[in-house]
């Protein structure tokens, strides 16, 4: 019940293409969902994040959807650029008690951004 | 501000051996949390600090240990180290207090040969 599910696995766009990212969970628990993006030899960088009371937040050319009723959260990234190519995980988190501090994250998904 | 801080950035030790990584949280930041990635296993949830008190555990064994200190940093331990504890070891902080926002460091890659 703690697993957070992530497809695709890998994804090629052309740029200046819109990237989608989707993920499920199953805890219904968890009450908050960041989005990280991780580049070779550095820590996940933190992109976005939402929490169940809205259904959509956007930041420049990142949006997270939420539906809370299927538990299923997306990352699309609008105008898609080379320097976007990197691995993208989601994430969720709970509150209090055994979730202190504990993000469960996605398997990632490793996103190429043709010129 | 400077980010999360982690040292040291690589490290080759030998089975049996332990290991003590160390990491320092982003000014104001009280709650630091360890985590494991691999290719395998993807990232997973070590421990959590926060005031110096072990608040959350995950799945590992009890050769993985930590701690925090007064001043929010924090060290995590490995002891009797096996070739499947290769990995690369993120740290995060954040402020606690509601506000969820994790910050990575950029990690120490462990080999253990």
């Known amino acids: 019940q703690q697993q957070v599910k992530q497809s695709p696995q890998s994804l090629i766009v052309q740029k200046g293409g819109i990237s989608i990212i989707n993920c499920a969970y199953e805890n219904t628990a968890f009450d908050y969902f960041p989005w990280y993006q991780q580049f070779p030899g550095k820590g996940p960088a933190l992109l976005i994040a939402?929490?169940?009371?809205?259904s959509e937040k956007k930041e420049g050319r990142f949006t997270i959807s939420f539906n809370k009723s299927a538990k299923q959260f997306s990352l699309h990234i609008m105008d898609s650029q080379p320097g976007d190519s990197a691995t993208y995980f989601c994430?969720?988190?709970?509150?209090?008690?055994?979730?202190?501090?504990?993000?469960?994250f996605g398997q990632g998904t490793i996103l190429t951004v043709h010129p | 501000k400077a980010g999360v801080t982690q040292t040291p950035r690589y490290l080759i030790k030998t089975r049996g051996q332990q290991v003590t990584l160390s990491c320092s949280p982003i000014?104001?930041?009280?709650?630091v949390s360890w985590y494991q990635q691999t290719p395998g296993q993807g990232l997973q949830f070590l421990f959590e600090y926060f005031s110096e008190t072990q608040r959350n555990k995950g799945n590992f064994p009890g050769r993985f240990s930590g701690r925090q200190f007064s001043n929010s940093r924090s060290e995590m331990n490995v002891s009797t180290l096996e070739l499947g504890d290769s990995a690369l070891y993120l740290c995060?902080?954040?402020?606690?207090?509601?506000?969820?926002?994790?910050?990575f460091g950029p990690g120490t890659r462990l080999t253990v040969t």
């Open positions: 995060a902080s954040s402020r606690a207090g509601g506000l969820r926002e994790q910050y």
């Open positions: 994430a969720a988190e709970g509150t209090g008690g055994t979730s202190y501090g504990k993000l469960t």
């Open positions: 000014s104001g930041h009280r709650s």
């Open positions: 939402i929490r169940p009371d809205v």
